[in-house]
């Protein structure tokens, strides 16, 4: 079945650092999707991905797809200690049905 | 802004016990999942939910697991026969009218302990 894998499993950083999160599929993706989790939280949406290439710009973050469509990233600029939490990327294969997989995550710590 | 509900927060039950997880999704909102989380670890698909009907279940959701929209508002997930390593947090999640083609909006969870 799908596998979507994310690395590093934790980062630690001082606040100011940048940081980036990869996500890898086993399988081509339609679309994939980051969320992010504070501690003891749910998970919240933060963008959707669909184009092969594709890159989006929230404030400090930045978010790729890749050409083939089967890994991503996440970027932040400029670490703050808000940004703490675990960020998720969750895909949906092009030829399944209404799943959508999610990776394993990122724990990110942010030193003051 | 609209948001996911469910009830209860926490849940401890007896091993072999029969829970039932309650959701109450956003209005217009089309898709309905339930996903769990073992302490610690990643967020797994369970089910997915269209039309009163299942679309799609992972291999955890076996038959100790039923889901049900029994009054078109409310989303159930019960637990048969519960075993230690159900102990979990269980989200409950919905979409729009594109499904996955859309972002999840999550509940707060519900965290069972099975003792």
């Known amino acids: 079945g799908q596998q979507v894998m994310q690395i590093p499993q934790y980062q630690h950083v001082q606040e100011g650092e940048d940081f980036t999160t990869y996500c890898n599929s086993s399988t081509t993706l339609s679309n994939i999707q980051w969320y992010k989790q504070r501690p003891g939280g749910h998970p919240v949406f933060l963008i959707q991905l669909v184009k092969s290439g594709e890159v989006k710009k929230q404030k400090r973050l930045t978010f790729q797809f890749g050409e083939a469509k089967k890994n991503s990233s996440l970027h932040i600029t400029a670490t703050q200690t808000t940004d703490v939490g675990t960020y998720f990327c969750?895909?949906?294969?092009?030829?399944?049905?209404?799943?959508?997989?999610f990776g394993e995550g990122t724990q990110l710590t942010v030193n003051p | 802004e609209p948001e996911v509900t469910q009830t209860p927060s926490h849940q401890v039950t007896q091993m072999g016990q029969e829970v039932i997880l309650r959701c109450v999704p956003i209005?217009?909102?089309?898709?309905f999942y339930w996903y769990r989380q073992i302490l610690g670890q990643k967020v797994e698909f369970l089910v997915s939910f269209y039309n009163n009907e299942i679309s799609e279940k992972s291999e955890i959701f076996d038959d100790q697991f039923s889901v049900e929209r029994p009054d078109g508002s409310n989303f159930t997930l019960k637990i048969r026969s519960t075993k230690l390593e159900d102990s979990a947090m269980y989200f409950c999640?919905?979409?729009?009218?594109?499904?996955?083609?859309?972002?999840?909006?999550f509940g707060s969870g519900t965290r069972l302990t099975v003792v």
């Open positions: 969750a895909g949906r294969e092009e030829t399944s049905g209404s799943r959508l997989t």
């Open positions: 209005s217009n909102h089309l898709y």
């Open positions: 999640a919905g979409s729009g009218t594109g499904g996955s083609n859309y972002g999840y909006t």
